[in-house]
């Protein structure tokens, strides 16, 4: 499968925190060929399995979270819509944002106020506005919007994905979603090949709002081993070279205390054998990702972090280089072929 139409095809679902079932759907559709089963948990999550037919084969578990960051209505406002964020989302950024309101039977448009510039207080321009000050505009009566947007209705940027430049992709959702593609054409590339581990996907959901799927899938799952695949900041001018990796030029590897030393070596080796492009990504302390639930889970997972490099971050336009994702796809298929491969031979 074509992984750059892939990611594209995931992200244009709408699959904020705690309304990620659309995207479950999806992914269930996509790895089916490639698994022996799917199944989505308590909690939300899907987790497919490959088994390798080995007697007391290990488990190693592929994790991406599927949600995106959101919105979701809190009240009304004569004809307009109070809202509260799920999960992290800079509030300058909002003021004429165009989102979609997750209703049924369709989705309705709408848009978050602002105030022009010509009817400003002096100084006001320069300010953040309070989220609680800001509201969304979905051009109904006050009557007509709480009948067709009940309290609790979920929303997401209104933007889909498309190409920026001769290699890039560009639009909202791109974290984790293009992670979780990774992990779909992953699976694609070890289909034929004998592995010597059961490969478990964990399509986690609620990862924005504290790694909420990843606690209770890696404890049903309870992998021997553990990849997490997210996204991490690519340099832009604007930004500190030394809290960021370089773009195109390579999935990053995270090295440090929350990941095993020995995973993470080994993956080196893959990339290194087959001459695959990477980068080292240094992490002193918490990732910020499943990787740090996973690792800590029942009595400690050996756990390792790849990470596709993102400019702007959890807004409408994140963006990737294809060779970023292309690289992680392939070095974690070199990594899965050897492990345990030559115990179990």
């Not at 904020?16 to 999806?26: H, K, L, N, Q």
């Not at 993956?267 to 054998?273: H, L, P, R, S, T």
Request: proline residues 6%.
């Amino acid at each position: 499968m074509d992984l750059k139409k892939l990611i594209c095809d995931l992200s244009s679902i709408s699959g904020p925190s705690g309304f990620e079932s659309p995207v479950a759907r999806r992914a269930a559709e996509l790895l089916t060929p490639y698994t022996d089963e799917c199944r989505v948990d308590a909690m939300g999550n899907l987790i497919a399995v490959r088994r390798c037919g080995v007697p007391g084969a290990k488990t190693l578990m592929l994790d991406a979270h599927m949600d995106e960051i959101g919105f979701i209505v809190t009240g009304y406002d004569k004809g307009f819509l109070r809202f509260g964020m799920l999960g992290g989302i800079d509030p300058r950024m909002l003021p004429a944002r165009e989102l979609m309101l997750l209703t049924e039977p369709e989705p309705i448009f709408g848009v978050i106020d602002t105030l022009p510039p010509h009817v400003m207080e002096s100084g006001d321009s320069d300010k953040t506005i309070d989220v609680k000050k800001l509201c969304i505009d979905v051009g109904l009566s006050e009557e007509e919007v709480k009948k067709r947007v009940p309290l609790g209705t979920p929303a997401v940027f209104a933007s889909g994905c498309r190409e920026l430049g001769e290699s890039a992709v560009c639009g909202k959702s791109l974290d984790d979603r293009a992670c979780l593609a990774v992990i779909i054409k992953t699976m694609e590339l070890l289909s034929g090949c004998k592995l010597g581990v059961d490969v478990v996907c964990l399509a986690a959901v609620q990862e924005e709002l504290g790694l909420r799927g990843a606690v209770t899938g890696a404890y049903t799952v309870a992998p021997d081993y553990a990849v997490t695949l997210d996204v991490t900041h690519a340099w832009t001018p604007d930004a500190k070279k030394t809290e960021t990796v370089g773009f195109g030029k390579g999935a990053a590897i995270a090295v440090g205390p929350n990941m095993n030393r020995a995973m993470t070596e080994g993956i080196i080796a893959a990339a290194k054998e087959r001459e695959l492009p990477y980068q080292l990504e240094v992490i002193p302390g918490q990732s910020g990702t499943n990787a740090w639930a996973i690792q800590t889970s029942r009595s400690g997972v050996a756990t390792a972090l790849i990470s596709i490099p993102v400019k702007y971050m959890h807004t409408p336009v994140e963006t990737l280089d294809m060779a970023d994702a292309k690289s992680a796809a392939d070095i974690l298929a070199a990594y899965i072929t050897q492990l345990e491969a030559e115990k179990n031979a």
